[in-house]
């Protein structure tokens, strides 16, 4: 719900969700900017055969939590903490995320304004 | 024959949940084939397909009718001819069985038609006139899902196999995986009672409460949520799961609606198990095959056992359904009111019931993506709706006044009913963290605003508040707004929808069907063949009889004619 | 039953049908006991207002306008008891009837050998009382 509150917001600036940022990474930072990388190893993921949609970048602790749930079994409560760590990493990629996307939305709306005054 | 079923049942449900362990923990999914023709280019195989969800749900699915039939001993133990309902019984669980595990079109025909046939010789277990005619309802709504599938199984042939595990989304632009897909649905929605073929489930409550817990709370109805589970790779982002998505919200709503207006025991209950299956089969449209599959799992522990307890409650008041007739019952059924309110708040999503780790995450993940306003207005409306009734009934079978109908009746201590009932109240109320665990293998990150993620418990409250306040009968200005006659009887009869798919589809065919019998059958086709040459054969024969029996006169009339010709030749 | 029913009711017999229905109807709207009789001591007090009316044509006309009333009014889902007609466990069980006894195979009839000679024995019994009551049935009856 919060979603469409937000998207709509964006709709202005011709933003939508599944759009690509089209400015430059590092406009605006004073420090430098790096590329994410993935801790995972590709051959792993191959070997534990994820899913393509759930390799992302959180997907070493995804792997840590398929080892936990192969030995646990059946008792999988004791793979908690696991779980908890997968999901927190996935929570800061969503706000990291987010942000992204306001961030990409700021920059719109301020190329509009310049472009109007000039 | 009672406790032989119950113990072969129960100790098959043991082995299926042996093996769903070990199949969970390898990730194995076996698949047996055995050729029946196999001839040129052609092969007839028959197939088995045994994986977790398979494994898992059978397990579920044994359980449950191991406990029901337990249950059915003591309570149809008036019945004389009760090997019937066993036998019954045990057919039906077998063409379950063979619907879960059957990864073709052909076999799961089988499984499908077995059930329908079966549920129909089920309601009309008791012999009167409303059971034949929710017999009869229930038989054509599941004949139109049996028509679909047999049609599916014509069209499919073009892609060569009838396993739906060959089939991927890859798929979607064809036409004829349009058309196939169309009716998939279509055959899932008339099993699972949604709205254009919702009229059947609250008329079969007409059957023995045994088979109502086995068959209308967690087997027939879910098959066909189990049906578009398993065929969910081919139909993805096709566009009639949007139609689904629609008249499964729609289900939702209405039933929750209708359950708040109805007074018989066994319909609210019904009425709840239509919401619950609107709900799973929207948030199957919507993309979530697992969490449809958890919910169908832990919806069908607690509806059973809410089944049972209505069945103690009906048996106590001498086969009375009506709620009006019943009140205060919690202070004289202390065991059974227990398993009642559990089963009960489970259903609604009081936290960590088994029904909440379901529910919670439907509406949790219902509220994380971003789909249209209305779906999200209505599935909470809708879950608020849900606490209403169910408020509104645990007040008025339990909590209001003691409305002194049976008085001598109140025996709770039936204990095969009772032990029947525990056994479900210890999965009903430990299935839900156990299969969270078990099956999501990759978890779902869930992150809402605050008062978002409460919007569940805010909803509850105040359905909870309505429902104590409606059934209180303290407040009649509020009661009088509620129960005026049109509105309620609209609501109430299910928005005229059971009307207008009998009386409305067929009334007119019979109406001028009357006019051609009438003017043809009996009018001129009578006269044309039947009467009329009748008739005519017997006025001829009348008429040739007199010259038959006066055959002097016509002898001596020939020779006065004869005579005068002759004269008249040889004289002129 | 011991009278056939005349077909024609008097207008005594349908106000006291109507006033039934009507209690009926109460109870299906008022559920808690105290409430509904509350509201049945109303509605009785309605009807006692025109109780001794004398004038036949008016007392018609309030009969019909109660009538269309309580069709008006009636409950969606009235209360009815559970082996009555219209009831949920009405007829629920059926008996077959006795004559179908006399239609079973000699075969079957064989296994219970005492209950069919006492059933003989019972017709025999009974085709006596009828005869004695109503006397012997005329020849003309008994060839269409």
């Known amino acids: 719900m919060g979603q469409i509150m937000g998207g709509y917001h964006a709709r202005s600036v011709d933003l939508n969700s599944d759009d690509n940022p089209t400015f430059d990474p590092q406009a605006g930072f004073q420090y430098e900017r790096k590329q994410r990388e993935m801790i995972a190893k590709e051959e792993d993921l191959i070997s534990a055969r994820i899913p393509n949609k759930y390799r992302d970048y959180?997907?070493?602790?995804?792997?840590?939590?398929?080892?936990?749930?192969?030995?646990?079994?059946?008792?999988?409560?004791?793979?908690?903490?696991?779980?908890?760590?997968?999901?927190?990493?996935?929570?800061?990629?969503?706000?990291?995320?987010?942000?992204?996307?306001?961030?990409?939305?700021?920059?719109?709306?301020?190329?509009?304004?310049?472009?109007?005054?000039? | 024959?009672?406790?032989?079923?119950?113990?072969?049942?129960?100790?098959?449900?043991?082995?299926?949940?042996?093996?769903?362990?070990?199949?969970?923990?390898?990730?194995?999914?076996?698949?047996?084939?055995?050729?029946?023709?196999?001839?040129?280019?052609?092969?007839?195989?028959?197939?088995?397909?045994?994986?977790?969800?398979?494994?898992?749900?059978?397990?579920?699915?044994?359980?449950?009718?191991s406990v029901v039939i337990f249950y059915s001993k003591s309570y149809m133990n008036s019945e004389l001819n009760l090997n019937r309902l066993i036998i019954l019984v045990l057919m039906f669980v077998f063409s379950m069985v063979l619907l879960i595990i059957s990864p073709n079109l052909i076999s799961i025909l089988l499984g499908w038609d077995g059930l329908g046939l079966i549920s129909y010789c089920l309601v009309i277990y008791y012999q009167n006139l409303k059971s034949y005619n929710a017999g009869m309802l229930t038989a054509l709504s599941n004949r139109i899902g049996d028509v679909m599938i047999l049609m599916v199984i014509c069209w499919i042939m073009n892609y060569g196999s009838w396993n739906y595990i060959f089939y991927f989304d890859f798929m979607k632009n064809d036409y004829v995986m349009f058309i196939i897909s169309f009716m998939i649905i279509i055959a899932a929605m008339t099993k699972s009672a949604q709205i254009p073929f919702s009229s059947w489930l609250p008329?079969?409550?007409?059957?023995?409460?045994?088979?109502?817990?086995?068959?209308?709370?967690?087997?027939?109805?879910?098959?066909?949520?189990?049906?578009?589970?398993?065929?969910?790779?081919?139909?993805?982002?096709?566009?009639?799961?949007?139609?689904?998505?629609?008249?499964?919200?729609?289900?939702?709503?209405?039933?929750?609606?209708?359950?708040?207006?109805?007074?018989?025991?066994?319909?609210?209950?019904?009425?709840?198990?239509?919401?619950?299956?609107?709900?799973?089969?929207?948030?199957?449209?919507?993309?979530?095959?697992?969490?449809?599959?958890?919910?169908?799992?832990?919806?069908?522990?607690?509806?059973?056992?809410?089944?049972?307890?209505?069945?103690?409650?009906?048996?106590?008041?001498?086969?009375?359904?009506?709620?009006?007739y019943m009140g205060g019952l919690s202070l004289y059924i202390p065991l059974t009111s227990l398993c009642l309110n559990i089963s009960n708040l489970s259903?609604?999503?009081?936290?960590?019931?088994?029904?909440?780790?379901?529910?919670?995450?439907?509406?949790?993940?219902?509220?994380?993506?971003?789909?249209?306003?209305?779906?999200?207005?209505?599935?909470?409306?809708?879950?608020?709706?849900?606490?209403?009734?169910?408020?509104?009934?645990?007040?008025?079978?339990?909590?209001?006044?003691?409305?002194?109908?049976?008085?001598?009746?109140?025996?709770?201590?039936?204990?095969?009913?009772?032990?029947?009932?525990?056994?479900?109240?210890?999965?009903?109320?430990?299935?839900?963290?156990?299969?969270?665990?078990?099956?999501?293998?990759?978890?779902?990150?869930?992150?809402?605003?605050?008062?978002?993620?409460?919007?569940?418990?805010?909803?509850?409250?105040?359905?909870?508040i309505l429902g104590f306040m409606v059934s209180n009968m303290g407040i009649y200005s509020l009661n009088k707004l509620l129960l005026s006659y049109n509105l309620s009887s609209f609501l109430c009869l299910m928005w005229f929808m059971p009307n207008l798919s009998t009386y409305g589809l067929s009334y007119i065919y019979l109406n001028f069907s009357q006019i051609l019998f009438k003017n043809i059958d009996m009018g001129w086709s009578e006269i044309y063949s039947g009467k009329g040459i009748f008739n005519i054969l017997k006025n001829y024969s009348v008429f040739y009889n007199i010259y038959q029996m006066n055959n002097f006169k016509i002898y001596l009339f020939s020779f006065i004619l004869w005579f005068m010709i002759l004269f008249i030749f040889f004289f002129i | 039953m011991a009278q056939i029913p005349l077909g024609v009711k008097t207008h005594a017999q349908k106000v006291c049908s109507l006033y039934k229905r009507a209690l009926r109807n109460l109870e299906a709207y008022y559920d808690r006991r105290h409430v509904y009789r509350y509201q049945a001591v109303l509605l009785r007090e309605r009807f006692d207002k025109h109780a001794k009316e004398t004038n036949m044509i008016k007392a018609n006309e309030l009969l019909k306008e109660g009538e269309e009333e309580l069709f008006l009014k009636q409950h969606p889902i009235p209360k009815y008891f559970a082996t009555?007609?219209?009831?949920?466990?009405?007829?629920?069980?059926?008996?077959?009837?006795?004559?179908?006894?006399?239609?079973?195979?000699?075969?079957?009839?064989?296994?219970?050998?005492?209950?069919?000679?006492?059933?003989?024995?019972?017709?025999?019994?009974?085709?006596?009382m009828w005869e004695k009551e109503y006397g012997k049935p005329d020849e003309k009856d008994k060839h269409h």
């Not at chain 1, 793979?79 to 920059?107: P, T």
């Not at chain 2, 709840?272 to 199957?284: H, P």
């Not at chain 3, 239609?103 to 050998?113: F, R, S, V």
């Open chain 1, 58 to 118: 959180c997907a070493h602790y995804l792997l840590d939590y398929q080892v936990c749930r192969y030995k646990e079994m059946p008792l999988l409560y004791r793979c908690a903490h696991e779980k908890h760590n997968y999901l927190n990493c996935e929570q800061q990629d969503y706000v990291l995320r987010m942000k992204e996307f306001e961030r990409e939305r700021r920059l719109r709306v301020r190329e509009n304004r310049i472009s109007a005054t000039a």
């Open chain 2, 1 to 65: 024959m009672c406790f032989n079923s119950f113990f072969f049942l129960f100790f098959f449900m043991l082995i299926n949940f042996f093996f769903f362990v070990y199949f969970i923990m390898n990730g194995l999914s076996v698949f047996f084939e055995w050729e029946i023709i196999s001839f040129n280019s052609m092969s007839i195989v028959m197939s088995i397909l045994l994986d977790w969800m398979s494994l898992l749900f059978m397990m579920f699915v044994s359980l449950i009718s």
């Open chain 2, 203 to 324: 008329a079969a409550m007409a059957a023995p409460t045994p088979v109502s817990a086995l068959v209308h709370s967690s087997t027939l109805v879910t098959a066909g949520v189990y049906l578009l589970i398993r065929f969910n790779y081919l139909l993805i982002d096709m566009f009639f799961f949007k139609v689904l998505l629609f008249l499964s919200i729609l289900t939702m709503f209405m039933s929750g609606i209708s359950a708040n207006y109805e007074f018989d025991l066994k319909k609210i209950i019904a009425l709840s198990t239509l919401s619950q299956l609107g709900l799973m089969m929207s948030i199957l449209s919507l993309g979530f095959p697992d969490i449809a599959f958890f919910h169908l799992l832990t919806h069908a522990m607690f509806k059973a056992l809410l089944f049972m307890c209505a069945g103690v409650i009906i048996h106590m008041m001498n086969d009375i359904q009506d709620i009006r």
């Open chain 2, 347 to 464: 259903l609604c999503g009081i936290p960590f019931l088994s029904g909440f780790y379901s529910k919670d995450l439907i509406l949790e993940m219902v509220s994380f993506n971003s789909f249209n306003l209305m779906v999200f207005i209505l599935f909470y409306l809708s879950t608020g709706l849900t606490v209403f009734y169910t408020f509104r009934l645990i007040m008025y079978v339990m909590i209001s006044d003691f409305n002194l109908m049976m008085i001598y009746n109140l025996y709770d201590e039936d204990y095969i009913m009772l032990n029947s009932m525990f056994v479900l109240l210890f999965m009903s109320l430990l299935s839900g963290s156990f299969l969270s665990w078990f099956i999501f293998f990759y978890p779902y990150m869930i992150y809402l605003p605050f008062n978002l993620k409460l919007m569940v418990i805010y909803v509850s409250i105040l359905g909870s």
């Open chain 3, 84 to 128: 009555s007609p219209g009831g949920v466990a009405h007829e629920r069980v059926v008996t077959p009837p006795d004559w179908v006894l006399d239609y079973w195979h000699p075969l079957e009839k064989a296994q219970y050998p005492e209950y069919f000679k006492k059933r003989e024995q019972r017709k025999k019994e009974f085709v006596a």
